[in-house]
């Protein structure tokens, strides 16, 4: 005997009851699987990015020992010519002027960012070299005027000890 409590279930109750069972682990079957896809996939782009920023630093280090390279090639150069031991100062100067472009081409777009003591010191080193030069301009002048004034004095000194000399001491006539 059946209770009250026991109410038999009408089949259409039951298929309707089923169908949202189905149509609810469906969505949740589905939900859950594009949860662990992006999951996987987030991981994959993140992944992806990071070789891409590790490529880029690896890159700029690259670069960087080579900046630090020509700018030690820079600086042994720019002493070269402080110390006047070179053939040919226009040379050495162009030479050092070439590598400064170099310089610049390496560091690229990056000059502002990335690379900004070296883009400091390469825009300093162009007015050095200029006025690297005008000091040696100068100084020539000065060794060419110093030289002149010796050899001024020098003629000087002859004259003067010419001068010196009694012209009546060496009369070799009769004295009255």
């Known amino acids: 005997m059946s209770s009250n409590r026991e109410k038999k279930l009408n089949k259409s109750d039951v298929r309707s009851g089923i169908w949202k069972f189905i149509f609810s682990f469906v969505i949740l079957s589905a939900v859950s699987f594009t949860s662990v896809f992006f999951f996987f996939k987030s ?97 020539f002048k000065q060794q060419i005027a110093i030289r002149n004034v010796q050899e001024c004095q020098g003629k000087s000194n002859q004259i003067n000890n010419k001068m010196k000399i009694d012209p009546t001491r060496k009369f070799t006539g009769r004295r009255r």
Do not use: C, W
């Not at 150069?77 to 390496?106: G, H, P």
């Open 43 to 139: 991981y994959d782009t993140q992944l992806k990015g990071v070789d891409d920023e590790v490529g880029r630093y690896r890159d700029l280090l690259n670069r960087d020992n080579l900046l630090r390279t020509h700018v030690d090639s820079i600086y042994a150069r720019m002493e070269l010519l402080d110390s006047d031991k070179a053939y040919n100062d226009n040379f050495l100067r162009t030479y050092i002027l070439d590598n400064v472009r170099e310089a610049q081409d390496i560091m690229g777009a990056d000059s502002a960012n990335n690379f900004k003591h070296y883009a400091v010191l390469m825009q300093k080193i162009k007015p050095m070299l200029n006025l690297k030069s005008q000091i040696i301009s100068v100084s």
